[in-house]
């Protein structure tokens, strides 16, 4: 089971709003990861926690504020954002099989539209 | 130079014929290599993943890793429709959990 589910699939907000994306996974996997991905690009990594523990910022505005309230759940606060950050928003967790090395898995992705 | 090329395509393929698609890239440290398939507008999908030198073969994809020519290609034999998407190759280091995409190649197979 490699199952990432996100919510909502969908949101649109106006740039004075307050809105979170939410990611869970039960996999028991210890890393959680937030990307961006906007049409036609690679996604691009924005934050990762491993073990519960902001590991990576990748220099992202503080308008966006991640979370991991537990090891299952990582969520992502969005406040004052704008027009350019419309984007598709992916969430993805890792573990590292036996034998095999660290391997990524995403979530369906959260498409964001802020007018 | 980017750290991870791959060709934008659109790589046109007849149906049942072999998509060949290329990567490059420049970190020589790294260590593991990742296929993604990306359908418009859905997210991507683990399809293969590769760490030693040679040949890994899943159904109908064979990935293949050159690590002294930091090059990683994949191939997809007897193409379909369905295959029709854009293709990312992913990039880890030794250490650390980052990957880096390529600019992704997008498939377009014709019936």
């Known amino acids: 089971d490699t199952e990432v589910t996100q919510t909502p699939k969908h949101l649109v907000m106006g740039m004075t709003n307050k809105k979170s994306l939410k990611c869970e996974q039960h996999?028991?996997?210890?890393?959680m990861y937030w990307y961006k991905q906007k049409a036609k690009k690679p996604p691009e990594l924005m934050f990762v926690?491993?073990?519960?523990?902001?590991?990576i910022n990748e220099s992202v505005p503080s308008r966006f504020s991640p979370e991991c309230p537990n090891s299952s759940l990582l969520n992502l606060h969005l406040h004052a954002l704008q027009p350019e950050d419309s984007a598709l928003y992916l969430c993805?967790?890792?573990?590292?099989?036996?034998?095999?090395?660290?391997?990524?898995?995403f979530g369906p992705g959260t498409r964001l539209l802020v007018l | 130079q980017k750290e991870v090329e791959q060709n934008s395509g659109p790589l046109s393929v007849p149906e049942g014929a072999i998509a060949s698609l290329n990567c490059t890239y420049s970190?020589?440290?790294?260590?593991?290599f990742f296929w993604y398939r990306q359908y418009s507008g859905k997210s991507p999908e683990l399809i293969m993943s590769?760490?030693?030198?040679g040949d890994k073969e899943d159904g109908r994809f064979t990935a293949q890793l050159n690590k002294a020519s930091q090059y990683v290609s994949l191939l997809i034999r007897d193409s379909q429709p369905s295959d029709s998407a854009t293709y990312l190759c992913?990039?880890?280091?030794?250490?650390?959990?980052?990957?880096?995409f390529g600019g992704g190649t997008r498939v377009l197979v014709k019936p």
């Open positions: 993805a967790s890792s573990h590292r099989p036996p034998g095999n090395q660290e391997t990524q898995y």
């Open positions: 996999m028991g996997h210890r890393a």
């Open positions: 926690y491993s073990y519960e523990k902001l590991s």
């Open positions: 970190d020589r440290g790294s260590q593991s």
């Open positions: 590769i760490y030693s030198n």
């Open positions: 992913a990039v880890k280091k030794a250490a650390g959990n980052k990957l880096t």
